[in-house]
């Protein structure tokens, strides 16, 4: 999974050059998880995945045990 954000990232900045100046510390466009499910989920699973992801990126996620 790795591989296909960080070549994907890559194709996109050449598409698009704007992008270069929008991510200017090379970390890549994608967030660094990713979600994957081999049973069956729901839209809240979903939903919820999103909203703590959002939480993650922004710096705003606590750790919970």
Do not use: H
């Not at 967030?31 to 699973?45: D, E, H, L, P």
């Amino acid at each position: 999974m790795g591989t296909i954000k960080s070549n994907t990232s890559k194709a996109l900045k050449i598409k698009f050059a704007f992008l270069k100046k929008v991510y200017w510390d090379n970390q890549g466009i994608w967030a660094k998880g990713y979600f994957i499910s081999t049973v069956r989920i729901n839209g809240k699973i979903i939903k919820e995945y999103v909203k703590m992801q959002e939480k993650e990126d922004t710096g705003q996620a606590k750790l919970e045990f």
